[in-house]
């Protein structure tokens, strides 16, 4: 099992910035794909941005140019750098972990931060 633990969520201002990390429980250097989606509510669940294990980041459109995912190896986290942000990037968001293969082969989701994003 992969167990994925979020922080960092909280209540901003429109143009404000925060930072949300997810420690994994077993070494990111195992792990395929990492990412993070959220979910507002009534809405279903989008992915917001992933990074492969070569580094290879994706971003959604509503996201590009403002956050920044990342890890950090050495402590087995992953981050999501929100900057600029609006008051529709208000939601849950969860960190979520791939592995293609090997006896831990699966998709792996933390419990969720909340994010408001409000004047």
């Known amino acids: 099992q992969v167990q994925l633990v979020e922080s960092g969520g909280g209540l901003v201002q429109p143009e404000g910035s925060l930072r949300l990390s997810c420690a994994a429980s077993?070494?990111?250097?195992?792990?395929?794909?990492l990412g993070w989606s959220r979910q507002a509510p009534g809405k279903q669940r989008d992915m917001v941005a992933t990074?492969?294990?070569?580094?290879?980041?994706k971003y959604a459109d509503s996201v590009k140019g403002r956050f920044t995912i990342s890890r950090d190896n050495a402590e087995n986290t992953v981050y999501l750098q929100m900057n600029s942000l609006k008051p529709e990037d208000t939601a849950v968001y969860f960190c979520?972990?791939?592995?293609?293969?090997?006896?831990?082969?699966?998709?792996?989701w933390g419990q969720g931060t909340q994010v408001t994003v409000s004047s």
């Open positions: 077993v070494s990111i250097s195992g792990i395929h794909v």
């Open positions: 990074v492969t294990i070569n580094g290879s980041p």
């Open positions: 979520h972990a791939r592995v293609l293969w090997g006896s831990l082969a699966g998709d792996y």
